[in-house]
């Protein structure tokens, strides 16, 4: 008999309705290596925390709620950090695909790698992905590090990639004073996602203080104290710079293919 397939996930979500297309039931998988200063989870942080869970638990847990998904909703795994955990998501969305179900990952892009076992593993899991959340945190490699102490440059070899396959994907970009919001690198980044073919969408999405409790209780120093969300004067800038009006969504990828 076959092992279940197991991941260690945050929590689950039952009725999101920003994480992709429709109304999405959300799986917050546990674990992740970057450290976003304006990260509202990083008790998602730790690999090998949160609870167990097989695949099928998981899809039983979902399908509970697919009468309120509709024609575009369906499954949305975010985290965390997806991609660290490529075994369990590819046998969960390769289940849900069987079942009919639409498949979104929310992912930063970090761990990708054309290394093995990687990248055969990563190429298997499209096979069984619709479409990405694909997260952006800063244009240029030394902001990037500063502000996810990370570099960037597998986040965007990523992106190059995805755009060759031609896997629909929205870009969601996080807008952070003293650190993303110059409009030199709003530029570069929207420069970046124009040499891009399969980005059906763009998101500005303005940073906000509501997970700072988060950091506190777990004895953590918040480094944006002081740091106050961008105006929505410098959010509508943001809209403009990196052109939003221009990217229709999904449903329009999908009747070009």
Known sequence: ??????????????????????????????GCKMRCEFCHNPDTWKIGGGREVTTDEVIEEALKYRGYWGEEGGITVSGG???????FLTDLFKKAKALGIHTTIDTCGRPFTYEEPFFSKFNELMKYTDMLLFDIKHIDNEGHKKLTMNPNDSILEMAKYLSEINKPVWIRHVLVPQRTDYDEFLVRLDA?????????????????TMGIFKWEDLGLDYPLKGIEPPTSERVENAKKLLHVDDYQGYLTHQSKN
Not at 81 to 87: A, I, R, S, Y
């Open 81 to 87: 950090e997806p991609l660290l955990q490529l075994d």
């Open 192 to 208: 970046f996602i124009k040499t891009l073919n399969n980005v059906d969408k763009v998101e500005v999405l303005p940073y906000h």
């Open 1 to 30: 008999m076959t092992e279940p397939v197991k991941g260690r996930i945050h929590s689950t979500e039952n009725f999101g309705t920003v994480d992709g297309p429709g109304v999405r039931f959300i799986v917050f998988t546990q």
